[in-house]
Each structure stands twice: as C-alpha cells, then as structure tokens.
C-alpha cells in the first residue's frame, strides 16, 4: 500500500507539472494564431495510449512517462519533422511569426512553471499556515549524529546562530539545506559562539556516509515496547525516562554514555508514566541496552510535555501573497544555488544528482496534502529552472537562439538550428543517463 501511495503522488504531481507546462506553450501559440498539431502527456513512441483529435490538435496520453511535448507547425524540436520544414513556410507556422513571438511561445511553460509555484506557496501559507519552533527556544541545541557533520566540528547541543551571515530565526525544513550549501556557519556552545568553515566538498562527505538526518531536536527516551525476553518488565509502552542511576537523561542522546557505563548492572531509573513520576530498577544487559523498543512522539505531545514550545503563524489571504513569494523566491535562490554547486567539479555535489527514482523518494508513504503540494511547488521551480538551461532541445535553448535573432537581426538557418538540436538530444540523454544511473548506484550500495 506505500507503494501505491508513493506512486501516485508522483504521478499525480509529475502529470500536473507536465500538463501546465505544456499548457504555456500552448495558450500564446493559440493566441498567435500558430498550428499545434500534438499535445501529449508522456511520450507517443510508436503508439499512444490514449488519443482524440479536437480540431486542427491531436490531444492524447503516450506511454513513456519521461515528460510531455506540444508539436507545433513549423518548428524544430524533438519531432525533427524534416518534411514539414522542407514544404513552403505557411502562415500559421512557427518559423513564419515574429521572433517576439516566438520568443513568448518558448517562455510560456518555464513562465507557467515560476507561477504555479508561487501560486502553491501563496495557497500553502493560507490553508496552514506556517509552524515552526523559535530557534531561540532551542534551548538545549539540536541533535547531530552525522558522521560528516562531527567531523566538521559540529556536535548535539549546538545551537546554530547563523549560516552565511543569515540570522536562523526558525528551526525548519529549510535549514538542513542552508547548512548543507553554507561556507560559513556560526555556533553558540556552552555560551560560546564560535564559527565553523564548511568544507568545499561536504556535499560530495555526506554522499559517503549513507542516509543519515543532519540537523534535528533533540527527543525523549520513550519506550515503544519491551521486547521478549528482556528482563525490564517494570516498564511499560509510552514511559519516558528521565534519569539513569540518577543522572538526568532529558533527552535520547544523553542515555548511551550512562548505559555504556554500566553493563551488566542494575540501576535506578526515573521515568514518567500518565503524568506521575516512578522509581525503578532496570538491568543494562552486555550490549548496554534495556532490551526495549524505541517508541516516538509528536510534536504537539513534547510541547505538552514542555520540551518546545511550538509556534503557529496564521495568514488572512491578503497576508498570504508576500508570504508565499517570498518563500517561492527562496526556494528559486536556494536551488540557484544548488546546480552552481552541481556545475562545480570540486564540490562533488554532482554525484547526488538523481533521476526518477529520486524524485519517486522525496515523496512519503503516507498522504498528506501539504506535503504533496509543497514537493510538487519545489518540482515546478526545478522545472522551470531546467528548462531554462542554454541547451539545444530544451526550452532555454530555443530562447538563446530566438535572443540571438532578435539582437543580431539575423535569424539561424534550419539546418544549424538541426544540427544544434541533435547535440541539445545527445547531451540530454548523456545527462538523463548519468542521473538515473546514479538512482540505480544508490540502490546498489544503499546509499
């Protein structure tokens, strides 16, 4: 059943995406009186699944879902319809209208990509809200278990102050990826504040460590369950403890040191159960566990309980629009930022670049609307910003060609703009290879 939900919130989310996209070439070639012949979602190799001819357009569903295209009359593109530009130029074509024209025809779906966007983020910040815990009320710091990030000098209990100058006003999504893309991080331990140089290559240190969460609030022990055979049958599902052999233990973290100091021994534990604190005895076994399963709670429940405190900031409609371009526009920079660091060798960030599977992954089990128009809002930034690339075969390229005609005065020959398009295809299928390979490597090496 996860998978099915997975599966259709990427499908869903990726046949929308493609849809508008179309769509904005589609509108102004219609509003300038141009031909469309095709509009496909996926691709119609050899047969489509679905099709049905509505005046002068076929409109239909093709079967390799690696995108969606309108053919428009007398253009070079994907189809590399060489009759077609061999004929006359007709009134109607693409190739007859004003390069301006042209130009809104190519922009319309990286246009329609930037809006929906930041119509989402604009709609998001209206129906939810946006909900968050202060930094400042990070009293005790974050958790940081990463591997690489202890090793960059990170360490749990830290509390991030700033990331490339920026003040950390919230804990949030968003932050993971600042740190992750910062040069320059300022920290405030045990009262210090003190600043830590990010690697130049810390993306490509995070790819060889594995899945592992960066940056998180720091958690209650709480017990799942006693597993079979364990011999702490004093505690129950739901007890969170508070301190081992009288030593506090708020949080989580501060549990192993306290039970690698004390294998094989019984000890006192404080724990809280339906509000009221009680006194046991547990047993450390040789591998310095309890012989329990770790249970969790929600956000709302640890600030109850006093760990958070968690803030909620409401939007009328009118307040919800800068909200939500404001968060739009940085996703567009944060992501900006990330193809530099995907364009720089030395970064190694290029090694996550991923394909569908990736893209399948960022997706939950478990439905949920905001999360599904947030990923989708993000999915249609990285559109847009991709299309807008300067290849041949891509929007962007098209763009670069049209820009070229319109400043120059003169207007590339079809047998240029052909030629281009086959090298914009190979360098497209070098790059769709190279991510989804990368997809299939992970997978290989559970990384």
Not at 12 to 35: D, V
Not at 54 to 69: A, N, R
Request: no cysteine; aromatic share 10%; charged share 20%.
């Amino acid at each position: 059943m996860d998978i099915v939900i997975k599966l259709s919130q990427f499908l869903l989310s990726l046949s929308l995406l493609i849809i508008l996209h179309e769509l904005g070439h589609f509108i102004p070639a219609k509003l300038f009186k141009t031909r469309v012949e095709k509009f496909y979602l996926f691709f119609d190799v050899k047969y489509s699944l679905l099709k049905k001819k509505i005046g002068e357009t076929e409109y239909g569903i093709g079967w390799l879902p690696l995108g969606g295209y309108v053919k428009i009359s007398g253009m070079i593109d994907e189809s590399m319809d060489k009759e077609q530009m061999a004929l006359p130029p007709q009134p109607w074509e693409f190739r007859s209208k004003p390069a301006w024209q042209r130009l809104i025809i190519m922009l319309g779906g990286v246009t329609v990509n930037f809006i929906l966007a930041f119509i989402i983020y604009i709609g998001m910040a209206f129906a939810y809200g946006d909900t968050y815990i202060a930094n400042e009320d990070l009293k005790d710091g974050l958790l940081i278990e990463s591997p690489v990030m202890n090793t960059v000098g990170f360490k749990t209990g830290d509390h991030i102050v700033s990331v490339d100058g920026e003040k950390i006003v919230k804990f949030d999504n968003d932050l993971t990826m600042k740190v992750i893309m910062a040069k320059e991080v300022l920290i405030e331990r045990d009262g210090v504040q003190q600043a830590i140089k990010m690697p130049n290559n810390f993306v490509d240190q995070l790819s060889k460590q594995g899945k592992s969460t960066l940056l998180d609030i720091r958690r209650p022990f709480v017990i799942g369950s006693v597993t079979d055979g364990s011999k702490n049958t004093s505690l129950q599902p739901k007890d969170i403890v508070l301190a081992l052999n009288g030593q506090p233990t708020k949080y989580f973290d501060q549990v192993k040191t306290v039970l690698e100091n004390n294998k094989n021994k019984t000890i006192s534990a404080t724990v809280l159960r339906d509000q009221k604190e009680e006194q046991l005895q547990v047993f450390v076994n040789k591998d310095a566990a309890l012989g329990v399963q770790l249970g969790g709670l929600s956000i709302a429940s640890l600030e109850k309980l006093g760990y958070y405190k968690v803030s909620k900031q409401e939007f009328g409609f009118l307040e919800s629009i800068p909200v939500g371009i404001t968060k739009g526009k940085d996703q567009l920079i944060g992501y900006g930022k990330q193809l530099k660091m995907i364009f720089s060798p030395s970064t190694g960030a290029y090694k996550q670049v991923g394909g569908f599977a990736a893209i399948y992954n960022i997706f939950p089990n478990t439905w949920s609307w905001e999360v599904f128009w947030n990923i989708t809002a993000l999915l249609s930034i990285m559109l847009g910003v991709m299309n807008l690339l300067p290849i041949p075969a891509l929007d962007g390229g098209h763009v670069m060609f049209l820009l070229y005609e319109i400043i120059s005065g003169k207007k590339p020959s079809d047998k240029f703009l052909e030629n281009a398009q086959m090298v914009g295809f190979v360098l497209l299928i070098t790059l769709l290879l190279f991510a989804n390979g990368n997809d299939i490597y992970k997978a290989i090496v559970g990384k």
